[in-house]
């Protein structure tokens, strides 16, 4: 028995509907399979941005050209596995030097090329990805220890104290500034925590307990610095002990009392009985641990290098 020219029609349809079908459903699997590879493609992208990004600021930092941070930026781009002109990878990398603190902007692009989804006349798809980083002076400091330090405590060339050292207390009279290499004394940050210049050992303590964590943001150029007034205080000494074998940021000043930097003191001793002294060192670098403390702050005065090392971090 033969088909009827109407079954022959219905089963025409039926095909041209199952082939469009199959396409559809073709192309969704590509879209969700192609989705996911571009997905982990762009992860990995930005992975290498970010590394290309940190390469050209601690080159610039110790360069300062920003030719060569752009070679530093590429040449880690290369080390992952993204070449510049193969395979459509492109490495655009921008070095602004501000005032403050020069930026830098890496972008990474590179296609990625469709399993399925060329079928609905997508072959490819353009990934890229952005990152950037700051390098300079530290002008601001995130949870800072109420304390400051002289500037003749760094060295004639410009570089921090790496060794041991102790520090004492001014004496009993009106002088409250530390003066000298040997001095240091607490303060209160009087904008900074929002007390008066006056504080006394108790506001002291409170924001010793939040060093590293809850305690004053510092910032060049906006914050006041007040020593407490110079006398005893010997509970706070007990306190610091607590952070003995921690690093934390501190505030460098001049002779007259003025903010002038700030540094990074690593804390190895803290005596409150008739010597009333602490013991530490500053650090000549303001990466890993204790980096994240070390911030830039591009709409205040700029930081100096002075007081320690370039602060190098990612800013997205």
């Not at 029609?9 to 095909?15: A, Y």
């Not at 995130?142 to 102790?166: K, M, R, S």
């Not at 210049?197 to 610095?225: A, F, K, P, Q, Y």
């Not at 460098?252 to 002294?277: P, Q, R, W």
């Amino acid at each position: 028995m033969h088909a009827s020219p109407s079954q022959n029609s219905e089963r025409g349809q039926v095909l041209a509907i199952f082939a469009l079908a199959l396409v559809a459903i073709i192309a969704m699997t590509g879209l969700v399979l192609d989705g996911g590879s571009t997905f982990v493609q762009r992860r990995d992208m930005q992975n290498v941005a970010d590394a290309a990004a940190m390469a050209a600021a601690y080159d610039y930092a110790n360069t300062g050209s920003p030719s060569s941070a752009v070679a530093a930026a590429k040449a880690a781009a290369v080390a992952n596995g993204y070449v510049e002109g193969t395979d459509g990878v492109a490495v655009d990398v921008v070095v602004d030097e501000g005032a403050v603190a020069t930026t830098i902007e890496v972008s990474v692009g590179k296609p990625h090329q469709n399993s399925f989804s060329g079928i609905v006349g997508m072959p490819e798809w353009d990934v890229s990805t952005t990152a950037t980083s700051i390098a300079g002076p530290a002008n601001s400091a995130i949870g800072a220890a109420p304390i400051i330090f002289n500037e003749d405590a760094f060295n004639p060339n410009n570089t921090p104290q790496t060794d041991d050292q102790w520090y004492n207390e001014p004496g009993t009279g009106t002088d409250d500034v530390p003066e000298g290499a040997g001095e240091f004394n607490w303060t209160v940050y009087c904008t900074a925590s929002g007390n008066e210049c006056n504080g006394d050992s108790n506001d002291v303590s409170e924001l010793i307990s939040g060093t590293n964590e809850s305690g004053s943001t510092i910032t060049l150029g906006d914050t006041d610095i007040g020593p407490l007034n110079a006398g005893a205080h010997a509970n706070l000494f007990s306190n610091l002990a607590a952070l003995v074998g921690e690093c934390f940021p501190v505030s460098i000043v001049a002779d007259d009392g003025t903010f002038v930097g700030i540094s990074m003191f690593c804390l190895t001793g803290s005596v409150g009985g008739e010597t009333k002294s602490i013991s530490g060192y500053f650090l000549t670098s303001y990466q890993g641990d204790v980096g994240w403390q070390m911030r830039i702050n591009p709409n205040s005065a700029p930081g100096t290098s002075v007081f320690g090392a370039t602060a190098v971090y990612l800013v997205n």
